[in-house]
């Protein structure tokens, strides 16, 4: 069964370090979201992705995220520098349709960063 | 107003019972409506999805939908042991650069005991 891929499965860093995630989204899916997932709440959307564009980033803090799909296939995310707020599990979810509400996103496994 | 509210719970049954998950949202414009399950450390996995008014049943779990009270309910009938987990409501509109958005609620932790 496909699956979305995310590596590292864990990272540890110190605050003010660069850190980077990746995914791999199921293959033909055209919708790639990144959310973070702080400990006891709801997953909350970062960045959504439509093929290479970017179509929602409204709730990226951009002073120190970034995210970039280049061929419209793997992403990756990016925190420089690291603040200690931003320990949280990080979650890459692909689905296939291109338009429309009727949406099923697939979960990968998640990155969970520790800040310390 | 949290746009998705949840019960945090935690909601305890005992083996066999029927759990009732209940989530609420603010968004009109709001289309489709998801319920995940997340075991702990792990990510959300879909176990139904409902679009139309009424309810929609998969197996042991009904998923119940009413537009106008903005109201969405996930029932669980003869609970197990595995169904411990925190279960998180999430609706998603249409239209504009937000379409497929999901909004989570903050998730409601069921725990069934044998």
């Known amino acids: 069964e496909a699956e979305v891929a995310q590596s590292p499965r864990y990272k540890i860093t110190e605050k003010s370090q660069a850190v980077a995630f990746w995914c791999d989204p199921i293959s033909g899916h055209a919708t790639l979201y990144w959310y973070r997932q702080i400990l006891g709440q709801g997953p909350e959307l970062l960045v959504q992705f439509q093929d290479e564009s970017v179509v929602d980033d409204s709730q990226l803090p951009k002073d120190r995220f970034s995210a970039e799909r280049l061929k419209g296939v793997d992403s990756t995310l990016k925190i420089q520098p690291a603040e200690l707020g931003d320990s949280a599990m990080y979650l890459c979810?692909?689905?296939?349709?291109?338009?429309?509400?009727?949406?099923?996103?697939?979960f990968g496994p998640g990155t969970r960063l520790t800040v310390l | 107003q949290k746009e998705v509210e949840q019960n945090s719970g935690p909601l305890s049954v005992p083996e066999g019972a029927i759990a009732s998950l209940n989530c609420t949202y603010s968004d009109r414009g709001s289309q489709s409506f998801f319920w995940y399950r997340q075991y702990s450390g792990k990510s959300p996995e879909l176990i139904m999805f409902i679009y139309s008014n009424g309810d929609k049943e998969d197996g042991r779990f009904t998923a119940q939908l009413n537009k106008a009270s903005q109201y969405v309910s996930l029932l669980i009938r003869d609970s197990q042991p595995s169904d411990s987990a925190t279960y998180l409501c999430?609706?998603?509109?249409?239209?504009?650069?937000?379409?497929?958005?999901?909004?989570f609620g903050q998730g409601t932790i069921l725990t069934v005991h044998p």
């Open positions: 999430a609706v998603s509109r249409a239209g504009g650069t937000s379409y497929g958005k999901l909004t």
């Open positions: 979810a692909s689905s296939s349709h291109r338009a429309g509400s009727y949406n099923e996103q697939f």
